[in-house]
């Protein structure tokens, strides 16, 4: 039986290529996770965060859209309303200010 080099060749030359590929998709994720996390989340929610403050808890995604729907909120997509943001969730109910920012900030990370 003769030894075919061809297959031990190939094998350097397709694990270094993979490594590049493994290391420009890492570049690529973390550069997308620094601009989705870059910024001070109540900078994003702008007056928004303050009105949640104020907001008599426990409340539900249906209260929230009625109160402050028109709010704008900084996404990474440009500007959305806080009805717009909440929509393809279901009414749920928020205990407290922090529980309503993490859905909101969760949602426009996506």
Known sequence: MSDDNRGRDESPDDERRQQSERKQEDVRDRAHEDRAMSGDPSERLGD??????????????????????????????????????????DNQSYDSADDVRSRILGLIHR
Do not use: H, R
């Open 48 to 89: 928004l965060d303050g009105a949640l403050e104020a907001q008599d808890y426990p409340t539900t995604t249906d209260d929230l859209v009625e109160a402050y729907g028109d709010y704008e909120i900084e996404t990474q997509g440009g500007t959305e309303s806080l009805e717009e943001v909440l929509a393809p969730t």
